[in-house]
């Protein structure tokens, strides 16, 4: 069975700086491709970022962009969102995803 557990998530101010993970396992993880979304409260779930296999390749959203970075440690079955500059408008349940198979989240409170 394929498992996505999220963490780090957690209340920070603006300006600041998170690390969200990725735990994977029930799948050959360095075969496929990654991803991260977020959901904020009354609307609809977003891509974040996504990262090849091979960590070779990655795409962020227009509202991310120069701010956060996805990586990946493949002998870790781990995937990573650096997440600087933080903005309220991040606040959001941050989930990561691989194929149609989700984590449970970790909640991102960005907030003074």
């Known amino acids: 069975q394929v498992q996505l557990v999220e963490s780090g998530g957690g209340l920070v101010q603006p300006g600041g700086s998170l690390r969200l993970s990725c735990a994977a396992s029930?799948?050959?993880?360095?075969?496929?491709?990654m991803s991260w979304y977020r959901q904020a409260p009354g609307k609809e779930r977003e891509l974040v970022a996504r990262i090849t296999s091979a960590g070779g390749i990655t795409n962020y959203a227009d509202f991310v962009k120069g701010r956060f970075t996805i990586s990946r440690d493949n002998a870790k079955n781990t995937v990573y969102l650096q997440m600087n500059s933080l903005k309220p408008e991040d606040t959001a349940v941050y989930y990561c995803n691989y194929l149609m198979s989700w984590g449970q989240g970790t909640q991102v409170t960005v907030s003074s």
């Open positions: 029930g799948f050959t993880f360095s075969r496929y491709a």
